[in-house]
Structure formats: C-alpha cells, structure tokens
C-alpha cells in the first residue's frame, strides 16, 4: 500500500483553507493508503509559542482531526515531539543541505521579514519538514500550494543523499489539488488565506459561530461589478467565493454562475453563509464530543508507537550509510 504523510502546526484555530488544501483531502485518502498524519508541535516553537498552550493546541488539533472523519483505526495520528527520530533526522539532514538552498525558501523572507528577533530553527524548518516526510518511506505528501517549495527541497535533499550515499530515501511527491489547493484570504484575494493574519474577518475557522461566519463572508472583498463569474485573473476575490462554495456545497462553478444570474452578489454571498455554516456545524459537534470523550490521548500514544515502529527503521538505515 502507497504511503501518505503530511502534518498541520497545532491549533484549534484551523481556516477553511488548511481543511480544503489539506485536511478534507487526508480523509480521502484515508482508505486507499497507509497515512501517517502528524500535528508539528516542534515546527509550531520556530516563532514565540506559550508553553501553557503548546499541549492543549495539540490535543485540539487531534480532536478537530477526527472531527473532520479521520478514523484512528485506519490511519496513524501522532504528535512529532512524540517522536524523537524527527529531531534526530533533521540533523543528519542539516548537515547535507546547503545555505543557499535555505536562503530561497520564500516563506522564509516571508516568515522573517521585518522580524527583531528571527529564530535559527525558523531557517531550517523546511529541512526539520523533510525529515519528517523521509522517516516514513512516504510516496505522497498531500499539501496546498504553498508548500511546493519545501517539497521540492525535500525531494532534492533526498535525490542528493541517495546518491552521495546509495539508495536510502523514498522520493516522495506532492498532492497537490488542481482546484482549491490555495483558498483566498477574504479581505485580499492576492493574499493566500493563512492562519497568521491577524484580521480574523480574512479567514473562517473550522470552529467559527454561524454569526462570525456570516459576518466574514459579508465583508469579503469582491469587485466594483454584480456579476457572479469565475474568473480568478478579473475577478479573484468572487472566484475564491465560488471555488468555497463548490467545494464545501457541491454545486459545480456552471451551475452557481446560473443559479445567481442577475441577482448581485448580496444573495450569493448570503446562501454561501449557508453552505459554509451547515458544512461546518457536524464538525463543530463531534468536535466537543471528541474532547469531551477523552480518548484524545490514547489514540495520540498509539499513533506514536506505530510512528516510532515505522520511522526507527528507516532513522537506523540513514545512520548506517552515513557511517554511524
Ligand atoms: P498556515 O499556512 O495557515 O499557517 P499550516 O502551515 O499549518 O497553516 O498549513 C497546514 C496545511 O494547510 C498545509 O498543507 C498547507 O499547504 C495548507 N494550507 C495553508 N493555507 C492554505 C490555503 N490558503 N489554501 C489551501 N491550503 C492551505
Ligand atoms: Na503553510
């Protein structure tokens, strides 16, 4: 079976834009591969992060995983600090990247832009991220668009090892959707929807009130026309709309252009509350049900020994070629 990793930072706070380019497509996946989804507490320290809440992100972010229809019957759930070969990998890795590769890494400039105080572990992230996908022999890593550098970096790293070494890695390849792979944030439709925008009317979070989302979407930005088109050069932001009302309420492009043929975009935007409301609603409940359940911990502890299994194996064969 075709292995599948990938991993989201801890936080409950997750945007309609990690679930359409990332979680939504995990659940897919789920019964055709062997997936290995992850939450990244080590990656989420690269900036300033309150221990207090550390732990509790991680155990939410568990719980909106399995909220979403990720059964941890099928697929391995854990947390990366759960496993120490990540950290140990990453090293290894380090010491076979290059600076300049770093040094091109867009969401470096602009993670660190403007920034006082710009950590070290905020630099090589993206090779802490390749040790991740590599530990697990992985084939597919399912990702929205945003990621594609660090992929492609992560294939590099690995074709370079292979080599230099002999046959060690996997090379693995992006998942990356043809439509949804970058929602739109809902103030700048230039700007990708990100959890660190601090404008929380530019994003709808998975846990969002049927009020806080109706007044997002409200305030979305459009355009100066009233036609509801799919155009994303012309008209990005109503596109973005579109491509969230497609995905989350199952009406292709065609048939939403027709249905709000000379009504404005007052009646579009308002039946679009709708759809994202009752999308999320289900979700919202199991969610509280799952934290309440408890069993949060547990599933998280035998994600871990599975991921330890799986990942001490290959972590032994990189430390065999390299002379270890
Ligand atoms: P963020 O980028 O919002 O800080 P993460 O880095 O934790 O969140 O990303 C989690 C997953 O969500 C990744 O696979 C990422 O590619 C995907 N993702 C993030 N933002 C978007 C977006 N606006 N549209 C589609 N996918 C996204
Ligand atoms: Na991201």
Known sequence: MKRVFSGVQPTSQIHIGNYIGAIKRFVELQNDMDCFFCIVDLHSITIPKNPKELYENSLQLAALYMAVGLDPTKVTLFLQSHVPAHSELAWLLQCNTYI???NRMTQFKEKSQGKEIVTTGLYTYPVLMAADILLYDTNYVPVGNDQKQHLELCR??????NKKYGDTFVIPEPLIAKFGARIMSLDDAKKK???SNENKHSKINLLDSPSKIKKSIMKAVTDS??????DEENKPGVSNL???YNILGGLSLEDIENKYKGMGYGAFKKDLVEVVVSALEPIQIRYEEILKSGEVEKVLKE???RAQEVSNKVLDRVKRKMGF
């Open 225 to 230: 026309e009233s036609e509801v088109r799919y």
């Open 242 to 244: 579109m491509t969230i």
């Open 100 to 102: 300049g590769e770093l």
């Open 156 to 161: 590099d790293i690995a074709i370079r090892f």
């Open 193 to 195: 929807m990100s959890k």
């Open 303 to 305: 994600g871990a020994e």
